[in-house]
């Protein structure tokens, strides 16, 4: 694939799993959503709000960049691989905003968390035998996501 082909696909494709899981934020355009997730009772350890799309900027951003990485490398099996843990790994930011603050189903939230951690995990690992760069890339999401996964652990226990 060219490299603006891949770029194009790889930056729509992060940008429409952010876009997706954006219905169900507890921003300020969902009012109910965020009055719910206001009154959960949180661990201490919980990041502000401010930090959470931080975060998320950067980090889909470097999923894009990951996906550019891989879409723009020759077709081989190895790199097929590495696409699907990508795909699976961005089909979890929607899901966990879906359920966890569409459905407020923290237990399912909780399952696509972990989820998600091992797609990344799976995507940093494959990656490694297609592009070096594209796996490094995916280092972040690993950290955020162990991180993530505890947070909403903590949760869910906490509000069962």
Request: proline letters at 6%.
């Amino acid at each position: 694939m060219q490299k603006s082909t891949a770029a194009m696909v790889a930056g729509v494709t992060a940008v429409g799993a952010l876009l997706g899981g954006s219905r169900f934020n507890p921003g300020p355009q969902h009012p109910a959503t965020a009055a719910w997730y206001a009154h959960l009772d949180k661990p201490d350890f919980t990041p502000p709000g401010p930090v959470f799309g931080i975060a998320w900027t950067v980090l889909d951003g470097l999923l894009a960049y990951t996906g550019y990485r891989l879409l723009s490398r020759q077709p081989s099996d190895k790199r097929r691989l590495a696409l699907g843990a990508w795909v699976l790994t961005l089909f979890g930011l929607p899901a966990f905003q879906w359920r966890f603050f569409g459905a407020r189903q923290a237990d399912e939230a909780l399952g696509v968390s972990a989820t998600m951690l091992a797609a990344a995990t799976g995507l940093a690992a494959t990656s490694s035998q297609v592009d070096r760069k594209a796996s490094m890339a995916a280092v972040p999401l690993i950290g955020w996501l162990i991180f993530a996964t505890i947070l909403q652990e903590e949760v869910w226990r906490r509000n069962r």
